[in-house]
T-cell receptor
Framework: DAGVIQSPRHEVTEMGQEVTLRCKPISGHDYLFWYRQTMMRGLELLIYFNNNVPIDDSGMPEDRFSAKMPNASFSTLKIQPSEPRDSAVYFC?????????????FGPGTRLTVL | QKEVEQNSGPLSVPEGAIASLNCTYSDRGSQSFFWYRQYSGKSPELIMSIYSNGDKEDGRFTAQLNKASQYVSLLIRDSQPSDSATYLCAYPFTGKLIFGQGTTLQVKP
């Protein structure tokens, strides 16, 4: 089992540029989560999907952030335009049964630096 | 927003000692709790889950849940330098996990 796959692992970009982060969940998992982690704010849930449908996007900081899940094996998180305060590690996680007592498996993360 | 409070640490213990990590939560309806471990530069991984009051043991790890006090803890016996990491507690709320800020544990040889 390959686990959750994220790409790229590192991204350095300049303010104002578009950034796209990618995630492939574990096969058979119906839930997919996007998190952001910073020293100041810890691990924050941005959005999660159930069966490719966005369920809760209340954690998405603003309209510059968008997420899609066109099929069960792929999701993207896009930031346009990016700002220095978006610098963080972005994790994707997947699980069989959402947050209700089921293990979430995290990908290795994408470290984003916006200059 | 449902809150989870953890002391950020760092908590420093000598090798072989018992490390005690604590978490308080505000949602009285919470039925289950999880402890995730995150090594520096790595992603969180689940190490313990607990669903009922009392203790749950798994090897050197013991999770303790006290719903009346809204308190959950993780004890690590015979701490090893390899246990040095950040430990995050979390509970499910409306289909998602609410994470604490995490406690950094340092086990000194």
């Amino acid at each position: 089992d390959a686990g959750v796959i994220q790409s790229p692992r590192h991204e350095v970009t300049e303010m104002g540029q578009e950034v796209t982060l990618r995630c492939k969940p574990i096969s058979g998992h119906d839930y997919l989560f996007w998190y952001r982690q910073t020293m100041m704010r810890g691990l924050e849930l941005l959005i999660y999907f159930n069966n490719n449908v966005p369920i809760d996007d209340s954690g998405m900081p603003e309209d510059r952030f968008s997420a899609k899940m066109p099929n069960a094996s792929f999701s993207t998180l896009k930031i346009q335009p990016s700002e220095p305060r978006d610098s963080a590690v972005y994790f994707c996680a997947s699980s069989l049964a959402g947050g209700w007592g089921d293990t979430q498996y995290f990908g290795p993360g994408t470290r984003l630096t916006v200059l | 927003q449902k809150e989870v409070e953890q002391n950020s640490g760092p908590l420093s213990v000598p090798e072989g000692a018992i490390a005690s990590l604590n978490c308080t939560y505000s949602d009285r309806g919470s039925q289950s709790f999880f402890w995730y471990r995150q090594y520096s530069g790595k992603s969180p991984e689940l190490i313990m889950s607990i669903y009922s009051n009392g203790d749950k043991e798994d090897g050197r790890f013991t999770a303790q849940l006290n719903k009346a006090s809204q308190y959950v803890s993780l004890l690590i016996r015979d701490s090893q330098p390899s246990d040095s990491a950040t430990y995050l507690c979390a509970y499910p709320f409306t289909g998602k996990l609410i994470f604490g800020q995490g406690t950094t544990l340092q086990v000194k040889p």
